[in-house]
Structures are given as C-alpha cells and as structure tokens.
C-alpha cells in the first residue's frame, strides 16, 4: 500500500483503541494503522518497543505519521523513530496534534494519497499555534 | 576502569533510584502523574536484573547498553531522558577517560537530552541539576565527591520556586511552583550515588 500509515500512541490502551476505531470508521482499511498504549507492566504509560513494532505494523513506503498524546508518549515516540534504521526514519514524523482529532484527520488525508508532509500538516493545523 | 568497580557503580546508581522509588513519586503526585518513581524503579530493577551482562562490557559499551535498558523498561518519559543521557556518555567517553573527557561528554550528554525533552535551563526539569553539575565538574576535580552532590542538592532544591514549562507538570502552571521537580531530585539522587561510588576512599 502506499498511503501514509498512522500510528497512535496513547498512554491508555484504552484510548489508543479507541481512536483507533474511529480512524477505522472514517477510512476503512485504505490507510496503514497500528495503535499502542500502556507501559511495559500493562498500567498508564508508553513503551518503546511496543512503538517501534507499531511503526513496524504500520510501515508504508509512503511514510508513517505517530499522533500521541501527553509528554512520555511524544519522548518514547520520538526515541522509537531514533532507533529506526536511517532510511526509515527519514519518513517518520511525530505530530504536535491532538491524539483523536489528529489521528482521524491525518488518516483521512492520507486515505486520498497525499504525501506525508501533507498529512502531517492537517494534523497540526488543529493545534493551536 | 576494573569490571568489579563498573559493577558496584551501576549497583550503587540503580539502588538508589530504587530506594527513593516512594519519595520520588510522591514528588510527581504533587505536581505531576505520579509515576515517576515506579517508572524509574522499573527502569532500575531491569539494570540490576541485567548486571552481569551490563557490567562484562567496557566503560562505554557498559553506559550505551544501561542507557538503553532504561528506554526501553522505564515506560515514562524519563526513559528516553535518562537513556540518552546515559547512551550519549557511553558513545562520547575513552575507555579510561580523563577529567577533560568526563567534562566534554558529560557536556554532549546533556546536549543531547535538552534537545529530545525540547527543554532548557529554568524550565524546572533534570536539566536544572545537570547543567549545574556539569559547571561544577568543570570547574575541577578536586574533592568532587564532595562538591557535585552538593551542588546537585541545592540545584533540587532552586526547583521548587520555578514554574513548569514541560512535561506534565506544565498543565498546573502556577500551581507548579512550590514543589521540588522529580526528575530533579531523581537526577539529583544519582549524582550523589555515583560520586559516593567513585569517591576515592570507597574504592573496593
């Protein structure tokens, strides 16, 4: 597939899902997606490994686009495209954009084929500046 | 520097850390999600239970393999934080570094940090008792096992008045200030344990 994939990392597993389903709702499967939340123990938190698998998941020659939600989600998330090998993290991006919003925005963009630098940019166009 | 000496050091950092796991989360209850300190107990049991194999490599080798335990078992932000603090010492120092060497890598290490937590000096966060530490490291060696945690102490403590601009603890705004910032006091608690580690008379 060569749409942008999206990834949500939340620290809820619970919300990650749910945003998730929303995305699924808007876009069907025309859009790479993966969701992870939860620290290493399960509880409230973020988990690098689960993050880079879900990039992994979720990879797209196109690109992937990570919405997170609070501070240890962007960090952990930011780590995660760290470790990517060069030519990956080239076509990573973790977006300041609100988790739920920014997800199904950004999916639905990408649902119609726009390049990643696009997508980023709908998304964060809903962040205050 | 000798395999039993890395041993004990590491042992002596990851203990703290684990000691203070209550003090430490009560800190972020006040101001933040409260995790802090069983993200970095976590984080500090995984290094133990990895001992052995951490502290078989060389100094460096040793630093980059704690710092990514810490990233991947920590679970919070300070993973990532204390990770790259720990890795980018590990990439930047010989195997039996000089006063210079520590002072430049210790430098690139905090460097590193400040640029993934997009953070600075005053934003009540760990870089306000690393930088300061690194100041008074490179001021000199001399009796440092003394000076640097005395300085990281007091640097904790100049926390407590300023405002968050980071981190959770960024939401509370004014009501930020007033409360010493965990990562300071668990970055300051490291300092302390590692220069007792190091200090010359404690040698095993």
Known sequence: MSNVGIVIVSHSPKVAEGAADMVRQMVGDSVPLAWTGGNPEGGLGTDVARI???IDHAWSEAGVAILVDLGGAETNSEM??????????SRVVVCEAPVVEGAVIAA???SGGSPLADVRRVAEELSPA | MEQHALRHLIHSVASAV????EQLTALDQAI???DHGINMKRGCEAVLADLDRLAAHALPAALKATGTVLVMKVGGASGPLYGTLFMTMGKELPEAPSHADVVRAFGAAIEAVRKLGKSDAGQKTLLDVLLPVHAELAAGAQDFATRLPRRAAEAAEATVPMKAIRGRASFLGERSIGHMDPGARSAALMVAALCAALAPEDKP
């Open chain 2, 32 to 34: 933040g999600d409260g």
């Open chain 1, 52 to 54: 880079l698998e879900a």
């Open chain 2, 18 to 21: 684990i000691a203070h796991a």
């Open chain 1, 80 to 89: 995660a495209v760290e470790m990517l090998d060069d030519i990956r993290r």
């Open chain 1, 108 to 110: 639905t963009e990408a």
